[in-house]
């Protein structure tokens, strides 16, 4: 039986709803104010608060202020005015008010008004539960591969070399312990951007980086090197130094990092890698341009997290993660990232990313 807590301070209006209430199969509870409210809601969950505005101790408004304040809260709120002024539904409807009735107000229209917020909350919870049910079932799968088939790697190739280490030569040798370094660096960097994710999240909720990042005194081409060196992708790069030289935060060089390694997942080693890093009067830009035929702009551009484009086609390392850092950073800075795409007719696609940081 879904409950519902009904809070008025004029008793005869608080009856009637409660019997019409109850009449239709709901528990209710009735309180006279804001204040008896709090107390109710602290030993008890709801399904649904029906709200006076107008009440002595704590109004309406006073009181779902401060159930919002609460990050957790999510019960359907539908507020009660004997007033008709677009000040007081707008005040309402900006601390999250779900729904208002006007006194007065016939049965049909209360029970209307629950049995509508009380669906569209089930709809809500059940889409939100298929969600957190998918993306469960996508995280085990992808995290499950990205740590377990490099740890296998590693234990592997390590019994293999103490299996056969007095028949192994220095070139067999060799060549176990670079599968062994390999695997190792593909399980640290996975670490690596699953926490460098969570830390930025947190970072982002809980407002702790500051405004103004110091510039990193390092030259941001030598980020770019490092990884166009680890794809053997160097001899690629077309880039031209921008004048004067502009240098960014640590956290820039990060998600250009990874703009850079996300070009080189998607194209033909041979093909070229361009970037361009330019200032105007809306702010600084970073734009990376590849050709690849494994995705498309707009696929990248609707990207959700822990999610891998025409893995398919493209088999791939990694859990998808690096756009989603990129965009945090970009949040973080008030920017944005964006994928634009060059129409041709062949099947390989012209995909320009531009990392948009604006003006203070």
């Known amino acids: 039986m879904k409950k519902i807590l ?15 209430v109850e009449m239709a199969g709901y528990a209710v509870t009735p309180t006279s104010n804001g204040a008896a409210g709090i107390k109710a809601l602290m030993h008890n969950p709801f399904d649904l608060i029906i709200c006076d505005i107008m009440m002595p101790e704590m109004d309406g408004f006073s009181l779902l202020s401060a159930l919002k304040k609460d990050p957790s809260f999510v019960t359907p709120f539908i507020f009660l005015t004997a007033k008709v002024q677009s000040n007081d539904l707008r005040t309402g409807m900006n601390l999250g008010a779900d729904d208002y009735l006007h006194k007065p107000f016939k049965s049909k229209d209360l029970l209307s008004a629950i049995e ?5 909350h089930e709809k809500l919870n059940q889409l939100q539960s298929q969600k957190a049910a998918l993306l469960e079932k996508t995280i085990e799968l992808m995290v499950g591969h990205e740590f377990k088939n490099p740890m296998n790697g590693i234990i592997n190739f390590n019994t293999l070399i103490a299996e056969n280490a007095i028949s192994l030569n220095n070139e067999k040798l060799q060549s176990l312990c670079s599968y062994l370094q390999i695997s190792a660096e593909r399980l640290l960097t996975t670490y690596d951007k699953i926490n460098t994710y969570y830390t930025l999240q947190k970072a982002l909720q809980f407002n702790e980086i500051p405004d103004e990042e110091a510039p990193d005194p390092h030259h941001i081409i030598d980020d770019i090197k490092s990884v166009l060196h680890k794809y053997d992708r160097v001899k690629d790069l077309d880039y031209t130094e921008p004048k004067p030289t502009l240098f960014f935060s640590k956290l820039i060089h990060t998600a250009t990092k990874e703009l850079i390694e996300n070009a080189c997942k998607f194209s033909e080693k041979g093909t070229p890698i361009s970037i361009r890093i330019f200032e105007d ?29 025409h893995r398919e086609v493209a088999e791939q390392q990694g859990l998808g993660i690096g756009l989603a850092i990129i965009k945090l950073i970009a949040t973080i800075h008030k920017g944005s990232v964006v994928f634009n795409e060059v129409e041709n007719e062949t099947t390989v696609r012209e995909i320009i990313a531009i990392l948009h940081l604006p003006n203070s």
């Open 281 to 309: 009067i809306s702010g600084r830009s970073i734009r990376i341009t590849n050709h690849t035929m494994h995705t498309n702009a707009d696929a990248l551009n609707k990207y959700r997290l822990f999610e891998q484009h």
């Open 116 to 120: 509508t917020r009380l669906s569209k």
């Open 6 to 20: 009904v809070i008025e301070d004029e008793q005869d209006i608080r009856d009637s709803i409660q019997e019409i």
